[in-house]
């Protein structure tokens, strides 16, 4: 995470006044991940299972384990709301590759994404 503009540390700093920008971050990111064997979600197997009953394709897709590689790059917003309490809002595009893809799949094997989400950050300790 790089930040734009705002301060480095939002939280443990008193407020100034309303007007102060001191109160919002921008901020770029970048994120890369990778999850070895993990479960497709309940509604993901009940999705495949629909699409393929077991007489089509050999998979048993509740015991089924995928590995995915994904990145994405994107930016967002901190909000300070209370002196511990920071709201982010952050809004990417990236992709997904699945290494050990099965066919067939109602997902595909490689894939574009948009990446949205919120959060709401409590700060307990000085930094």
């Not at 809004?91 to 893809?101: P, R, S, T």
């Given at each position: 995470?790089?930040?734009?503009?705002?301060?480095?540390?939002?939280?443990?700093?008193?407020?100034?006044?309303?007007?102060?920008?001191?109160?919002?971050?921008l901020f770029f990111y970048s994120s890369v991940q990778f999850i070895q064997n993990g479960y497709?979600?309940?509604?993901?197997?009940?999705?495949?299972?629909?699409?393929?009953?077991?007489?089509?394709?050999?998979?048993?897709?509740?015991?089924?384990?995928?590995?995915?590689?994904e990145a994405s790059v994107g930016f967002g917003i901190n909000v300070k709301i209370t002196d511990?309490?920071?709201?982010?809002?952050?809004?990417?595009?990236?992709?997904?590759?699945?290494?050990?893809?099965?066919?067939?799949?109602?997902?595909?094997?490689?894939?574009?994404?948009?990446?949205?989400?919120?959060?709401?950050?409590?700060?307990?300790?000085?930094?």
């Amino acid at each position: 995470m790089r930040f734009v503009t705002g301060k480095e540390v939002l939280a443990n700093e008193k407020f100034k006044a309303k007007n102060d920008n001191s109160r919002t971050q921008l901020f770029f990111y970048s994120s890369v991940q990778f999850i070895q064997n993990g479960y497709l979600s309940f509604g993901a197997v009940k999705r495949e299972e629909v699409l393929y009953p077991k007489s089509e394709t050999p998979s048993d897709f509740s015991n089924y384990k995928i590995s995915t590689a994904e990145a994405s790059v994107g930016f967002g917003i901190n909000v300070k709301i209370t002196d511990q309490l920071v709201w982010s809002n952050y809004v990417g595009f990236g992709a997904y590759y699945h290494l050990n893809y099965t066919k067939p799949m109602y997902t595909e094997k490689t894939a574009t994404m948009i990446v949205l989400g919120t959060a709401l950050r409590l700060n307990y300790f000085k930094n």
